[in-house]
Nanobody
Framework: QVRLVESGGGLVQFGGSLRLSCAASGSIFSPNHMGWYRQAPGKERELVASIMSSGSTNYADSVKGRFTISRDNAKNTVYLQMNSLKPEDTAVYYC??????????????????WGQGTQVTVSS
């Protein structure tokens, strides 16, 4: 089992910044990929940013140029630096770690773990 603990969420004004952290512990598999998703009220969960074990990154178009994902492998931690925040960024942000073999039938990786979520609220 892998446990993910997120921190850094909160209330911030339009144009402000926040830095989310997610620390993984337990039976961490390697290689692993990590990412941040978010879910706003009444909407589906969506990918915000991901960072592969190789270090390559991917961002949702809505956050490109404003958010930066990074990871510290020694600490098993992934970060999300969020700048120029907008009210539409308001959501619960979830950390995700995945890896292992890919099952083409279920379209899932062998390992999938999620954090409990941290609330980010941007006021206008």
């Amino acid at each position: 089992q892998v446990r993910l603990v997120e921190s850094g969420g909160g209330l911030v004004q339009f144009g402000g910044s926040l830095r989310l952290s997610c620390a993984a512990s337990g039976s961490i598999f390697s290689p692993n990929h990590m990412g941040w998703y978010r879910q706003a009220p009444g909407k589906e969960r969506e990918l915000v940013a991901s960072i592969m074990s190789s270090g390559s990154t991917n961002y949702a178009d809505s956050v490109k140029g404003r958010f930066t994902i990074s990871r510290d492998n020694a600490k098993n931690t992934v970060y999300l630096q969020m700048n120029s925040l907008k009210p539409e960024d308001t959501a619960v942000y979830y950390c995700h770690i995945w890896g292992g073999l890919y099952d083409y039938n279920s379209q899932r990786f062998q390992y999938n773990y999620w954090g409990q979520g941290t609330q980010v609220t941007v006021s206008s």
